[in-house]
């Protein structure tokens, strides 16, 4: 089992969908949530960091007692990705330079024998 599950998503819609999922059809209960300190210059980001935990009548949630979502780019600079031990990417809208940024940001900040898992594109060796 792991001690916590992460999400990052760049689109907002997209990262508001996946907390409300975590309320209603997993009744997670809020016990965090932070704002990104970024300087506003990425309007994509801004939403910040969402952190669920088990309600008491919560289904069991056999990989994790904790679920974090973030709205955020693995582009930021303050979005750390060493904690992660398997990152599933949907990389089917990446364009190679994006897929190059983001193969180089795994490598410099991933540990050796984490898993990542691409849908489309294979990331490019940096």
Known sequence: TFS?????????????RAVEIGHTVCDLVEISKDKNNNDGDNDNVGNGITTLRKGSLSPTLPLSPELQFTCGSFTDPYIHLSDVDIAFCFSSCMDPPLLTFLSAALGRQC????????????????
């Open 4 to 16: 916590k599950c992460k999400g990052l998503e760049i689109l907002p819609g997209l990262h508001q």
């Open 111 to 126: 540990q050796t024998g984490t898993l990542i898992i691409t849908t489309e594109y294979p990331l490019p060796l940096t």
